[in-house]
């Protein structure tokens, strides 16, 4: 099966992929741009797709409730198609789900390294956290990463949108938050010109 264009995407909305996976025994929030949005209560921008991790070990159960869509691994530009009862190999740690009756992605389905109880930055296993302090709730119950590890993420690539939600975030993190981001950018990256502002 060929998968579609690389840039095909129609997104779900945050409440529509929640409504889908309302039953689901595992874990799973929503990160990326959409996590901000949820955390700052309304929509701030255009989002390109929708993204929302899960621990490797739950591939199968999302995989199942998300039956109209086939995914496909991503990994160093390259998206194939992944068959349903196959587990992704284990340097990939992002999938695509295609909804292929209407011929676009719907979902960024990431994969990360953690487990139920703590939350581990996959770019860097040293950065933890207990999990319930990194995923929150927005009002209508859906969970998202919390803004001090999403723009962790988004600290690596420095991206136009990216500068844009640091600086849209930045009057609203709490204390707590930026001595978090700040500790964290000072492992990573000690020398990135947003610890200034931190």
């Known amino acids: 099966m060929s998968p579609i264009s690389d840039d095909a995407w129609s997104p779900w909305l945050p409440s529509e992929l929640a409504d889908r996976l309302k039953h689901a025994a595992g874990v799973w929030y929503v990160v990326g741009g959409w996590a901000l949005d949820l955390w700052h209560g309304t929509q701030t921008r255009e989002h390109e797709d929708l993204e929302f991790a899960i621990l490797p070990g739950s591939v199968q159960e999302f995989r199942e409730i998300l039956g109209e869509l086939d995914f496909f691994t991503v990994h160093s530009g390259v998206i194939e198609h992944l068959a349903p009862a196959q587990c992704p190999p284990?340097?990939?740690?992002?999938?695509?789900?295609?909804?292929?009756?209407?011929?676009?992605w719907r979902v960024d389905m990431m994969l990360e390294g953690g487990t139920s109880s703590t939350w581990i930055y996959k770019r860097d296993p040293a950065i933890q956290a207990p999990r319930s302090e990194m995923v929150r709730l927005n009002e209508a119950g859906i969970p998202y990463l919390t803004p001090a590890a999403v723009l962790l993420f988004k600290a690596k690539y420095l991206r136009d949108k990216d500068e844009a939600d640091f600086k849209r975030a930045l009057p609203r993190l709490d204390f707590a938050e930026r001595r978090r981001l700040r500790h964290w950018l000072d492992l990573a990256q000690p020398h990135h010109p947003w610890l200034a502002a931190l």
């Open 90 to 104: 284990p340097h990939v740690w992002q999938l695509w789900g295609m909804d292929t009756l209407s011929a676009c």
